[in-house]
């Protein structure tokens, strides 16, 4: 989020900028409150810092160095507030900051810190999560159409309406293969592919970055955004997309990307290729997941001969292959040995080996009663990363498992473990009913079924109401602060968190504040 944005949507309207207004396109990723003689080892690139001025530097020389060491830091800003301990900016740290467009504001002291962190953070996780169902709306409809197309006119009209922007696709020599919204003809684009050629070969143009961003501007504004369909180390083909402004996102790019590989996969006998999955045995966990197992007294018993039971718990798990697609011979191989090696896994720790592949993914259905953990020490050291569901059960369960991790891939990372709990949050916030319940279970109800469990509930309201601020909440208990020390090591233990991480912090904050909410209805 944009800190111009948060000016205008937020608390912060209270705010008064006195320095580097032409600076407020910057991106704010987090918010930091910190008065301490050196701040600058405590922050990073796109912090907000909140400060009250106590420990701002006095001499004029060293205030515009701190602003110098915040910008180049990549800061997004820092506000003040007045005039308890400083009534403004120092006109030093003003001057330095108007020459390098770093933004200075100024608050009144009565609007209590809190109030920002949990109003911009709230907002900047709700941007997130809407990215994340957007890219999880457009892999469903990008697959749907992957699976269902026998031509890549489908492909084009899923990305179109995905994206609610014009689409195009075509062959290396300009040939149309799909085209929705756009004015064009096969003479144009033969023509912009001819050019192209000419200046450099399609395959170093395109192995410069994954997308490609062109202006093709004349009487209107017109932009593309485009992406190689690869084959065998060959540009077959461009998928683009065309827009009146050139405000592509990073949601574009992801699109384009999948969408080439799909257009690829077609290009390559996507048949013969799903055929030899099918041969590999991977059909029965593939038709779970995707929703699509029959759920036939005949279907069942076949089921419960390859080892998956419908009254039985289990979690999904996903392993994303550090693998570009669409895969290369090595890259089949690659995929083929580490399938391998996690059925051998599976048979190791005596269960079923319930695993499909599709294109760098491998999926595979583990007990509920297995950790994933032991599974991921095994292979975390072989490249990729995994995601892991929740615990279901039943046909509709392991569909539902299928979604679970499929929500988790635009954030999986190489070499690291995901688990569902890094969307359920931001799904609380965005009102999902169910992920509340969820995040209430996990971050109160551990404290609310313990022993003295009214006592450290008391605790995690007071703390959050007051901000974290330990000596305020200790005289709103009424309690020597050694005593709320006490207790906050309790919390963290129960709750296998800790207090020094914002992001616990402002998550017990909501958990806190949607447990009032509901207790006092």
């Not at 457009?138 to 031509?151: G, M, P, Q, V």
């Not at 992406?227 to 083909?237: K, N, P, T």
């Not at 990372?413 to 359920?424: A, D, M, S």
Request: glycine share 6%.
């Amino acid at each position: 989020m944009k800190l111009s944005t948060a000016l205008e949507q937020t608390i912060l309207r209270q705010a008064t900028v006195v320095a580097g207004a032409r600076g407020l396109d910057r991106n704010i990723a987090w918010v930091h409150i910190i008065d301490h003689p050196d701040i600058t080892q405590w922050l990073k690139k796109g912090d907000l810092l909140l400060t009250t001025g106590y420990n701002w530097p006095q001499d004029d020389d060293a205030s515009r160095i701190l602003v110098r060491k915040l910008n180049e830091l990549g800061l997004a800003g820092v506000i003040l507030a007045v005039p308890h301990f400083r009534e403004h900016f120092p006109q030093a740290a003003i001057a330095e900051a108007e020459q390098c467009d770093f933004p200075l504001l100024e608050l009144p002291w009565e609007v209590p810190f809190s109030e920002i962190t949990q109003e911009i953070l709230a907002k900047i996780i709700n941007l997130q999560t809407e990215i994340i169902q957007r890219s999880d709306l457009i892999h469903r409809k990008l697959t749907k159409a992957a699976i269902e197309a026998d031509n890549l006119d489908s492909l084009g009209n899923a990305l179109a309406s995905a994206l609610e922007v014009s689409a195009l696709v075509v062959s290396a020599s300009g040939e149309i293969l799909s085209r929705h919204n756009i004015d064009t003809n096969e003479q144009f684009e033969r023509e912009l592919i001819a050019k192209f050629i000419v200046e450099r070969p399609l395959e170093h143009r395109f192995d410069e970055s994954q997308t490609l961003a062109i202006d093709l501007s004349d009487a209107q504004p017109r932009f593309r955004l485009g992406c190689a369909i690869w084959l065998q180390g060959e540009v077959a083909g461009i998928v683009w997309l065309e827009s009146p402004t050139d405000q592509f996102e990073e949601l574009h790019s992801r699109a384009l990307e999948h969408s080439a590989v799909i257009a690829a996969l077609h290009l390559s006998h996507q048949r013969e290729l799903l055929d030899q999955e099918t041969r590999l045995g991977h059909a029965l966990v593939a038709g779970l997941l995707e929703g699509k197992f029959p759920e036939t007294p005949s279907a069942i018993e076949r089921a419960l001969v390859s080892g998956w039971s419908e009254t039985r718990d289990y979690r999904i798990c996903l392993v994303l292959l550090d693998e570009p697609i669409p895969l290369s011979l090595e890259g089949f191989k690659r995929r083929k040995e580490k399938t391998t090696r996690i059925f051998n896994l599976m048979i190791a720790n005596s269960i079923s080996p319930l695993i499909s592949v599709s294109l760098n993914q491998i999926s595979f259905i583990i007990p509920a009663t297995l950790a994933p953990e032991s599974i991921w020490k095994q292979i975390r050291h072989e490249g990729g990363a995994m995601a892991v569901s929740r615990t279901h059960r039943g046909v509709s369960g392991m569909a539902q498992g299928a979604e679970d991790v499929a929500a988790l891939v635009p954030l999986m990372r190489p070499g690291r473990l995901h688990v569902f709990n890094e969307v359920l949050f931001p799904r609380a916030l965005m009102g999902d009913k169910e992920a509340r319940g969820m995040l209430l279970q996990r971050l109160i109800e551990p404290l609310a079924n313990r022993k003295n469990g009214t006592m450290l509930l008391e605790t995690v309201c007071a703390l959050s109401s007051e901000g974290f601020q330990l000596a305020n909440t200790a005289k709103v208990l009424d309690v020597h602060i050694s005593t709320l020390r006490y207790r906050l090591a309790r919390i963290e233990k129960l709750l296998g968190i800790s207090f020094e991480n914002p992001e616990s912090r402002f998550q017990i904050q909501v958990a806190a504040e949607m447990y009032r909410l509901e207790h006092d209805e």
